[in-house]
């Protein structure tokens, strides 16, 4: 058994395959999820949704729902106008934040925008209320549902206080493009379309808020990643001190970034618990998910790569058109930065340009969502990566190992001004190369193709920006924080400021913490998730669970143990300069005398005999405040067959060499991975969020929006090189994201390379067995 | 309008008069307090929401629980025996076979019911059977590594 909480003799925790400590109240029903909260005399609420794309809103009747039994109370935008906008953390010169209410007012700008909240007894009869509202809307002609048209001079502006449909632009280059083209033997040019993906956690999002009039103090139940931002967001927004609003995290069943946002219904269901002086409950449903949880990806990009004839890269232009949707959420003009910032990849070239347009559409927000902007650059220069292999007749594994860093090069300074910490990135590949028996392969591929089949294989060498990060670099602040207190009897209690959903940070905390104090993880407690317990932190987002959170921890657990040393010093009779402390035990060379953990953390609080200088108890709070990002990377390899008759994509083999720095748990890192991979494989594969011209959403349940089931998914092969981060103690770097950046390009560059014989050279994601065989049987006819 | 019915859920007998359109789910989770049944899409495809009715796996988002009416029904709860962990639990903890764990309850009450279908089942009939559980986390390797752990536990495996 690999498995076991039994620490295992002479070996530490970290490191090790271990299984989780959260998961005993997971795995017997017992977890307490948002919906799973009750309180006496709790309200539900429920959302009244435009039905149109946009539409100015005439009049709005309630009298019907308010007269139905049951109906508590019923909400229009007016009413909540008290309430503060939906926040946007972006703040380039150039950016647009029209005004976003909670609830609509005189207008609606996507389906699905809130209108009306109807607050009743329970859920049934709120959601039958909704019924009974009648909004006359006027629908309004030209509705903004495609982001290039809406750049077009005649196209209707989404918000008519700015005279075009521009959110923001944003520039950025490097070196000498214009040269670097010139001098080019050859340039490739492709056009990469990324659909919008519903971040579809099986937990949709949900607030419990109850108001203690006394105390006047609001408690925020939320499924959300980051309990503190939005304490602070929704202090704002109500006009209240923070110390007057409570947030809690519950346990949260997957956010995947949409949960790392502050939504309407947050603040609207803690005003709606002000007013009446009851508990409220909104639960949102899948259907609401899919429609308004701000998508990912949504983006156009259209670039151009140049190279010299041996397969030297020189240079890249790239335009990004992001479509932002109606409005911005938290992050939405963020995101599309990261793809500007990462779009180098792996690779050395110093020249580039790069345009991003933010849009306005009639069409729901985007934001974050796995990966942020990280995955749509992977996918842009894999793929324009593979087209110039494809045009120089050169091996595309090749153009890669021709054009990586050397190990020697670190930190390397990318043409973006990013600063890569750490790597072997030729190595990953190679072991992956190697594991695929890629020369043979490439044998079998002729034999196959020989025979008319479409067997292709499709490499992606990704690198990833990640442990957010640096404070400069984030809106919100880039640190972390954590508390470690030793209770008398011994026992630990770790508060971080990270907000873990799933990624398992009880886990690798108290093995972090086990490790350091030379005690069982069963001794340790990881509180998170709540501000009242916690002090102030960040959340967990852009895979810094780890790196950033767990580094805080580490932090805290040093000042801890320094502090105990001068207690069991003090108890030995010795300096503490002279006590060692390993297993458990303080110990010195100048005596024979032993203390314990156990024996120290009472004196802390007894403090019979407190050495001098020192205060009672044994507690230490930390900030890690990080000077870098950490900067993981791998290589993944698809190998897939295409089957002419049905158009449907086989896939082989799925190899995946990952580097996240410093493994503490290896089995909870393998989870991460072939998580991020079904997170590549959905888009690759089926995923899309689909709107018709009218902006109606057509695919808005998972019946039509599928996301990957068991079937679907390849083994996955693991392997893992370590390169430590440089720029943390623990030398970790992050993994939540690896797998759904490195995954999307390899399944794309296999197919292309299978239908590589019809003379296919791209084709746009979602690769649908219909979408195939359309493109075969053209293929074939021409 | 109310109908009273008498369901068994984990083999205690609950007597309830309920709206007749009252889904089975929101019975188990708001009258009889047993929240471990999730509910992830209302529509049948995700199956957080999954229970045994009578022995057989059964999406409690689209039954009524007036149809629950005579019936037994087994949870989440009742998978546990006197505190010992069941073996699909048991293989999903060592396994590391959950992460966020919204879809776990649902998912252990289709592997009970694909084991006691087939005790030995092949990773092709365990993703099969998974079809109808949905997990966003995982990318359920981890699950099927859980499941070929349960079935030898429980003997059916070699």
Known sequence: MATTTTKPQAKTYVGQRIRRQEDPRLITGTATYV??????????????????AAANIKSISTAGAMEMPGVKAVYTGKDVSSVGPVPCAGSMPTLRVPHHTILATDRVYYVGHPVVAVVASDRYVAQDALESIEVDYDPLDDVVADPEKALEKDSRKVHPEYDDNVAFTFHLDGGDVEKAFAEADTVVKLRVAAPRLAPSPIETRGVVAEYDEGAKELTIYSSTQIPHLLRTQLALQLNLPEHHLRVIAPEVGGGFGSKCNVWAEEALAGYIAIQL???????????????????????????????????????????????????????????PTLSVLMLPGLYKFKSFTADLIGVFTNLAPTDLYRGAGRPEATYVIERIVDRMADELGMDPAEIRLKNFPGPDEFPFETATGLSYDSGDYAKAFNIALEKVGYQDFLKKQQEARKQGRLLGIGFCTYGELCAFGPSPALPAGGWESATVTVEATGKVAVMTGTSPHGQGAETTFSQIA???LGIPMDDIVVVHGDTAKVQHGIGTFGSRNTAIGGTAVHLALQEVVGKAKTYAGHMMEVDAADVAF???VFSSAKTDKTVSFQDVA???HLCKNLPPD?????SATRFFE???????????????????????IQILRYLAVDDCGKVINPLMVDGQIHGGVAQGLGPALMEGVIYDEDGQLLNGTFMDYPIPKAQHMPWIESERTETPAPGNPLGVKGVGEAGTIGSLPAFVNGVVDALSPLGVQHIDIPMTPQKVWNLIQERSQS | MQKTIRVTVNGQEHERSVEPRLLLVHFLREELGLTGTHIGCESSVCGACTVAVEGRTVKSCTMLAVQADGKDVRTIEGVA??????????????????????????MIMSVNQLLADNPDPSKKEIRHALEGNLCRCTGYQHIVNAVEAAAKAVGGGQ
């Open chain 1, 277 to 335: 002086k009851q508990p409220i409950k909104w639960i949102e449903n899948r259907r609401e998910s899919i429609l308004v949880v701000a998508h990912g990806r949504g983006h156009l990009d259209d670039v151009e790569l140049a190279a010299k004839k041996d397969g030297t890269l020189t240079g890249l232009k790239l335009r990004i058109l992001q479509d932002i949707g109606g409005h911005h959420q938290l992050l939405t003009p963020i995101i």
């Open chain 1, 582 to 584: 390993e297993g458990g």
């Open chain 1, 626 to 648: 990080p000077a870098n990002f950490a900067f993981p990377f791998g290589a993944h390899i698809a190998v897939v067959e295409v089957d002419r008759e049905t158009g449907e």
């Open chain 2, 81 to 106: 025996q006197n505190g010992n962990l069941h073996p699909v639990q048991e293989g999903l903890w060592n396994e590391h076979g959950l992460q966020c764990g919204f879809c776990t309850p649902g």
């Open chain 1, 602 to 604: 009472l004196e802390a």
């Open chain 1, 35 to 52: 919906d799973d909260i009750q309180r006496p005399g709790m309200l539900y609420a429920a959302v009244l949704r435009s039905p149109y």
């Open chain 1, 614 to 618: 020192t205060e009672p108890g044994l």
């Open chain 1, 514 to 516: 086990a490790d350091a």
